[in-house]
């Protein structure tokens, strides 16, 4: 025996399934990458970020308007990051050094001149001002991002010492402490 509330869900799924087809635009998928233009007045700053080895792995543009800063990350060679999510994030110093121990000591490491993960002067809770998305790299290799953020001002990333842009070996897991590529934030 067919119980009534199942002859209802087939009734209206297929009803939606015929009005949703009516929608379609049948068009073949754009391969063009949406426009992102830079807002009348933005003030822009961008990172070249290089492996320990100085390969060049990827450019990075900050743009600043309305509050906002918009960041786009774009890999300049394919196959040098893994495949997967990268996480990515801006740090307190501007210095990119291969094999370097931070300021407050501890063993050397790749990078690890450009200090601790970023925090806007005033803020103190997590996460850190400088986390930024997760950088996701096809299989072949490329990867792009563009994200935004209010967690800091053009401002903030050029006073003082600068500060630098960070692409991690992993998101998560034993890779995800590495510094796999570093390029210090400054004006075009």
Request: negative net charge.
């Given at each position: 025996?067919?119980k009534?509330t199942?002859?209802?869900v087939?009734a209206v799924?297929?009803?939606?399934v015929?009005?949703?087809?009516?929608c379609?635009?049948?068009q073949?998928?754009?391969?063009?990458?949406a426009s992102?233009s830079?807002?009348?007045?933005?003030?822009?700053?961008?990172?070249?970020?290089?492996?320990?080895?100085?390969?060049s792995?990827a450019?990075?543009?900050?743009?600043f308007?309305n509050?906002?800063?918009?960041v786009?990350v774009?890999t300049?060679a394919d196959?040098?990051?893994?495949?997967?999510f990268?996480?990515m994030?801006?740090?307190?110093?501007?210095?990119?050094?291969?094999?370097s121990?931070?300021?407050?000591?501890?063993?050397p490491?790749d990078?690890m001149s450009a200090?601790?993960?970023?925090?806007?002067?005033g803020?103190?809770g997590?996460p850190p001002s400088g986390?930024?998305s997760?950088l996701?790299?096809?299989?072949?290799g490329?990867?792009?991002?563009?994200t935004?953020t209010?967690?800091?001002?053009r401002?903030?990333l050029?006073?003082g010492?600068?500060?630098?842009?960070i692409?991690?070996?992993a998101?998560?897991?034993?890779?995800a402490?590495?510094r796999?590529?570093?390029?210090v934030?400054?004006?075009s």
């Amino acid at each position: 025996m067919v119980k009534p509330t199942t002859l209802v869900v087939v009734a209206v799924s297929s009803s939606a399934v015929v009005a949703l087809s009516g929608c379609s635009q049948h068009q073949p998928a754009s391969t063009t990458p949406a426009s992102s233009s830079v807002p009348s007045g933005a003030q822009t700053l961008s990172a070249r970020l290089h492996t320990a080895d100085g390969r060049s792995v990827a450019t990075a543009t900050f743009e600043f308007a309305n509050g906002y800063a918009t960041v786009t990350v774009k890999t300049t060679a394919d196959g040098i990051l893994s495949p997967g999510f990268h996480g990515m994030h801006i740090h307190q110093i501007g210095k990119c050094e291969a094999n370097s121990v931070d300021l407050m000591g501890g063993p050397p490491g790749d990078f690890m001149s450009a200090g601790m993960h970023y925090q806007a002067p005033g803020h103190t809770g997590e996460p850190p001002s400088g986390d930024l998305s997760s950088l996701q790299v096809r299989k072949d290799g490329a990867g792009y991002l563009v994200t935004t953020t209010d967690s800091f001002t053009r401002d903030d990333l050029l006073a003082g010492s600068k500060t630098a842009l960070i692409v991690h070996g992993a998101e998560h897991g034993p890779d995800a402490e590495k510094r796999f590529a570093c390029g210090v934030i400054g004006t075009s």
